[in-house]
Structure formats: C-alpha cells, structure tokens
C-alpha cells in the first residue's frame, strides 16, 4: 500500500547548514573583463590598423599620393595650433547646428500634425516617399540660385537631408507603440500635445533616436561634401573647404589631416554623443538588448 | 446558498442604494477589413460597489471587448453604459484598466514613477502627496524592494502587481481587469489570486474581471455573469460564489455545474 508522501531534501542529504555550498559567482579574470569592453577591441583595431597605415605608406615613400600616418598627425597638430582647423571646424559644426536643429524642430512638427490627423499623415507619408530618395546635396544647385553663396544655401541642404530621416523614423515609431500602452495613455485622459509627449516620445524612442542618428550622419556628410563645392561664406570656410583647398595647394598631408578631422568629429558624435544618450535613455529602460 | 439563476429572470433585488454601474441592453460591433463583427447582443447587467464581478465565458464571447467598452475605448452601437449615473463616452481615470499584456507599464520609468504617473498626470496631485500615496500601494503589494527597479528588470507576476497597484492607487470607481493573470505561470497564477482576494479584503474595491478560467472565477468572485459565444449573449448570473468553498467539494459541484452549463450546446464537448 502505497500512499502519497514528501520527502524533504534535508533528508536526502543529511549535510552541516553549510557543508558543500558551491561558489555561485566567480570573477572573472582581469583580461576577460577587459576585453569584454566594446571601446577597448575597437581601440585595438584602431592602433592595428594605424600600424598598417604606417608602414605601408613608409614603404611607398611618394607624400604626394599617400602620406604616412606620423605626417599626418604632425601637420594636423600644426594646424590645429595656428588655428586653422578650430577655424574651420566651428564654421562648420555652426552651419551643422543650425541646419540639424531646424530640421529636427520641422520634422517634430510634421510628426505631431500626422499622428493626431490623417491628412498629416498621408502629407508626412506622400512628402518622405518623394523626398526621402533624393539626395539632399543634389538640391544644391538650386539652393544656390534661391538663397545665394552662403550659409544659408547650407542650412537649406542641411535641413532637406535632416528632416525626412528624423519623420520618418519618428512617425513609423509613433505607429509601433503598443496598443495597450496607447490605450494606458487614454486611461489616463490624455490626449492631443500631453498625450504625444507623454506616451508616445517616450515610447518611441528607440525609433526617434534611431531617425536622430541617421539624420546626423546625412548632415555630416550632406554638409562636408556642400563644402567642396563651395566653401567660403563670410571669408570663412568650412573643414570640407580646407580639404579642397589644401588638395589644390598639393598639401596632401594636410588634406588627409582633414579627412581624419571629419572621421574624428564624426566618430566624437556617434559614439560619445549618441552612445551616452542610449545609455541613459533605452538602455536603462531595457527598450534595447 | 449558490444558485444560477437563468439570465431572463428577475435578480434578487439590490439594497437601497442604486447600482455602481449599469449596463443597458448593449450591443457592440467593430469592423474587420471586410466583416462586421456582432460581439454582444443586447447584455445587460449591473455592478454594486464592492462587487468582484467576473465576466466568463469562452473565446468569442465578447467579454473583453464589453470591458473595453466599460473603459470606454469603444461606443456601443446600442444600449447605454452608466456608471455613478454619468453615461460612459471615453476611457477616464474613473475606471482604471489592468491590462493582460506585460508591457502596459512605462519601461522608461520605475515601479513608483509608474504608480505615481496617473496620480499627477489624471488627478493633479502635487508630487509629494503622488509618492506618499504610491509607496502605500507599492507597499500593499508587496514590492517595495523594487520600488526603484524599471519595469523590464521585473518579472510577470511582480509587472501586474505594479499594474494592480497602479490601478488602485487611482482608487477609480472600478478597477477593470482583463484577464490580469492570463500570461502567468500556474504557480504565480495562484499566488496573485489571493493577493488579489487579500487587498480586496483591505480596501473591498469595486472590480470587474474577465477570465476564461471557470476556477478562477469561482475562486476570486461574488458574482459571475456568464456568456455565450457568437455573439455574446448573457447566459446565466451565478450569485453568492463567495460562499462556495474548496473543502466541501461545493466550489468543484459550482464548476462543473457553470462548465455542463457553458458547454451543454455541443454535444460532442467532454471534459
């Protein structure tokens, strides 16, 4: 006869209160913790890479087509210390702000008037479908004739190749919050503005700073390439300007200092910038793995 | 003692005091790209305050879409809503949903941010008082160790208890639960019903609670309503449930009792 019973585990193994207890965790070893950071792999790969760069360029010897690495670096400190590239870079990061911040305030607009109506939306829908595939620098010579040799033909470009990622992405964000969070938000009586800026952004925003960040990198290189075609505004050109300019002075060490300059400054934005966004923002709240 | 009584027949009548919500007669269809769906016809009921008020039935039933109607998320095509006497025309803070779905709460803010959020956002409550009033129902719900944790750090049981208490902190005219506990682990399933009976003994909230589980109807109601599918038609009202007990085999009589009853159209249906 057998008849239903528990045995408790003590029972089976009749052990002191601590007796085999096992580590749980362990720590892991100095290198792995190290390389476990994403910055100090890439940081290596860098200093390879540069190391390439280096030798190869000694190997050919010929300045004028590729300059080592130490060249490089030499006349980009030299000119950072005249105070040519400072120069150059404010120029150009000035013209960047604007453009970025004007065509990121338009596409909240537009979003914000697509999420609460539906003509919004099919305008939003119809105006990024026709614009989104045009590269913005090509509206540059038109720019040119409406607004004139100057920063404000820049802004112009700068704000096309903005505004239609950040919308974009943004609005396809708003569409892709969950309903039961949309239907939190009414619950709670919020409509109209509260509602978009209460609910949405915030639930969006993996998406918003996904659009953020595309629409940088058009900016960036949007604006880098509008300098080479043309750079002096107000007596004072851009980093793409000081590239064509050092190009035609057959200062190849210095348009390579150039280039490493846009790479750098792009590089500063991506991943300090963005990254620390990210980390304070969707990372904390587990919106991205 | 239990009795079914079948829906046509006159209730027992309520005490003085008029019903908390009213239910009318309500019919509600919504439109799928190329079909209108009926999913109740002509329901009517009524909830007194402090009532744990299930609506069963199985899937098709409507039951979740006439409690998104209570939350006002949909307007009946006929029939009325009433709830305190004011008709319901949109979702409000007097009816606070909990949803079934783990991301109702907010990821970008903590457990008491998250409580704390309606208090501010729908009553206007200053700060301090929102968190006064937060942390109590945080603690109610046993969470205040992770009270600054964020929402995907948690598990699914601790999520709707921030849902509930999030619900109850509002102290809304009635809590609406749309099957809270479905996503839940069996284990867990079972825990959160006798918090949930525990806080009601507490505060003996008024709540309306859909389910498709026959036993976790009888165990967390005083009354249950049952529906029947295609489309949601009232069935029968099962009253006094709060009497049946797990001991004496009544609460196991009740629910092959509402499951003969629920399933007696289909005669191939065994158990």
Not at chain 1, 28 to 53: D, H, M, N, Q
Not at chain 1, 173 to 198: H, I, Q
Not at chain 2, 40 to 58: A, H, I, K, Q, Y
Not at chain 2, 155 to 183: C, H, T, Y
Request: proline share 6%; hydrophobic share 45%; aromatic share 8%.
């Amino acid at each position: 006869m057998n008849s239903p019973q528990i045995i408790l585990a003590s029972d089976v193994q009749p052990s002191g209160p601590l007796g085999n207890v096992s580590a749980v965790e362990q720590k892991l070893s100095p290198f792995e913790t190290v390389w476990g950071i994403g910055a100090v792999r890439k940081t290596a790969l860098i200093l390879v890479l540069a190391i390439i760069w280096q030798v190869y360029a000694t190997y050919l010897d010929n300045p004028l087509l590729f300059p080592t690495l130490s060249d490089t670096l030499i006349t980009l400190y030299d000119r950072f210390v005249d105070g040519t590239l400072p120069n150059r870079i404010w120029t150009t990061l000035q013209i960047l702000f604007m453009g970025y911040f004007a065509g990121t305030v338009l596409a909240a607009l537009l979003t914000v008037v697509a999420i609460n109506t539906q003509i919004g939306t099919d305008f939003l829908e119809t105006m990024t479908a026709m614009f989104n595939p045009l590269p913005a620098i090509s509206l540059l010579p038109l720019a040119l004739i409406w607004f004139g040799l100057g920063a404000s033909s820049l802004v112009f470009v700068l704000i096309h190749s903005v505004l239609w990622a950040v919308a974009l992405n943004t609005h396809s964000g708003f569409l892709g919050v969950s309903r039961t969070l949309r239907m939190v938000g009414a619950n709670y009586g919020l409509t109209g503005l509260p509602y978009v800026l209460k609910i949405l952004v915030p639930a969006a925003f993996p998406s918003i700073l996904t659009g953020l960040k595309i629409g940088w990198a058009f900016a960036w290189r949007t604006l880098i390439a509008a300098e080479l075609v043309f750079g002096v505004s107000s007596g004072q050109g851009g980093l793409g300007w000081f590239i064509f300019e050092n190009r035609n002075l057959l200062d190849i060490p210095a348009v390579f200092a150039g280039l490493l300059t846009v790479i750098i400054i792009g590089l500063i934005v991506e991943n300090l910038v963005f990254q620390t966004i990210e980390r304070h923002t969707i990372q904390k709240w587990g919106m991205k793995e | 003692m239990l009795q079914v009584t079948p829906a046509a027949i006159d209730r027992p009548a309520s005490a003085t005091k008029p019903p908390l919500l009213e239910v009318d007669k309500v019919t509600l269809r919504y439109k799928t790209p190329n079909l209108l769906v009926t999913a109740t016809e002509s329901v009517s009921f009524s909830v007194n305050e402090s009532d744990r008020f299930v609506l069963l039935g199985p899937s098709g039933c409507g039951k979740s879409t006439l409690l998104k109607a209570i939350g006002g998320y949909m307007t009946p095509s006929a029939g009325t809503i009433h709830i305190n006497g004011r008709q319901v025309k949109r979702p409000g803070p007097d009816r606070m949903m909990v949803f079934q779905e783990f991301d109702q709460l907010m990821p970008w803010k903590t457990v008491l941010e998250n409580v704390m959020f309606p208090l501010t956002v729908a009553r206007k409550l200053p700060k301090h008082e929102a968190e006064t009033i937060a942390r109590e129902y945080i603690d109610k719900v046993k969470l205040t160790r992770a009270v600054d944790s964020y929402p995907h750090t948690l598990s699914g049981g601790m999520k709707q208890r921030v849902a509930i208490a999030r619900g109850m902190a509002m102290q809304p005219d009635i809590l609406l639960m749309d099957e809270p506990f479905a996503a839940l682990d069996a284990l867990t399933r079972r825990q959160m019903q006798d918090e949930l009976l525990q806080l009601w003994e507490d505060t003996k909230f008024t709540v309306i609670f859909v389910t498709h589980s026959i036993a976790e109807a009888i165990k967390i109601s005083n009354r249950i309503l049952l529906l029947s599918p295609h489309p949601g038609r009232v069935k029968a009202e099962v009253v006094h449930v709060d009497e049946a007990r797990q001991d004496d085999g009544s609460a196991a009589a009740l629910e092959r009792d509402i499951h003969n009853l629920l399933f007696a159209s289909e005669p191939g249906h065994k158990e």
